[in-house]
């Protein structure tokens, strides 16, 4: 009996060393709840898991949000899609802000989508035509690991989409604030704490987004707040219930 319970904690052990920041379950819904404060607003969102790929050394994760505020990158009262990738021999969940590759691609699909099977030459020659004025670079995305010391830097990256005369530019960078137990109505969670500025530019307007989010094993995000420079909170999201 010894034997076996050793056997038991070996094998939950090395279950929970190796994790995802994010759920890996097809259907699995997540409801949120923002309130934000100066306006005194309370909104409700949902997330599901709407598919999970395997690609061998990784795991492609899209998750569509549903609700009436996501995110200032989101459309409000409209669906946003977010993608996680953990990359399995690295043991690093990877949140998807921004990817100019996904981005090209969907609209490859678009135009493809236009001409029937024998005109696949002609659809190609009018994306190629597309591409030149109006196409998408880098990527914004947050890596999220355990082994990581408070204060560590997140790296920075950029994004770039280029439609005709308009330039958009994006870029993120952080820094690893340790690990926090947060308290919500679906439960405890053990979770990474992050600290990101995110900026965003179109032509010659620019704004500034400061963000505090939390991030748990096999869950994803838990809590989010959306700060000013100083550190006020300016809005919190906080997960409050899970249906698997």
């Known amino acids: 009996m010894k034997k076996i319970l050793v056997l038991l904690c070996f094998i939950l052990y090395i279950i929970s060393a190796h994790a995802q920041y994010c759920s890996i379950k097809k259907g699995r819904t997540a409801y949120y709840v923002t309130t934000e404060v100066k306006e005194g607003k309370t909104l409700k969102d949902t997330m599901c898991i709407a598919d999970v790929v395997d690609k061998g ?8 949000a549903f609700g009436e505020h996501y995110d200032s990158l989101s ?5 946003n899609r977010l993608f996680y ?10 949140v998807i802000l921004l990817d100019g590759k996904s981005e090209n691609e969907t ?24 591409s030149k004025n109006i196409y998408a670079e880098g990527r914004i995305s947050i890596p999220l690991k355990d082994h990581v010391q408070n204060g560590d830097d997140i790296p920075q990256c950029n994004f770039l989409q280029k439609s005709g005369p308009i330039t958009i530019k994006g870029s993120l960078k952080g820094k690893y604030k ?60 906080l997960l409050y219930a899970i249906k698997e």
């Open 57 to 64: 050394d990784r795991l492609i994760i899209r998750e569509d």
């Open 75 to 79: 459309i409000k009262s409209g669906v």
């Open 85 to 94: 990738i953990y990359h399995k021999n690295q043991d690093i969940t990877e």
């Open 107 to 130: 609209m490859k699909k678009i135009i493809f989508s236009r001409y029937p099977s024998n005109q696949q030459e002609k659809a190609e020659r009018e994306y190629q035509k597309y």
């Open 178 to 237: 340790g690990r926090e137990t947060i308290h919500t109505p679906a439960g405890d969670f053990d979770c990474i704490k992050i600290y990101t500025e995110q900026k965003g530019k179109v032509m010659f307007i620019s704004e500034t987004e400061y963000s505090i989010d939390w991030y748990a094993k096999n869950i994803g995000l838990v809590k989010s707040e959306t700060i000013t420079k100083k550190g006020k909170v300016i809005s919190t999201t």
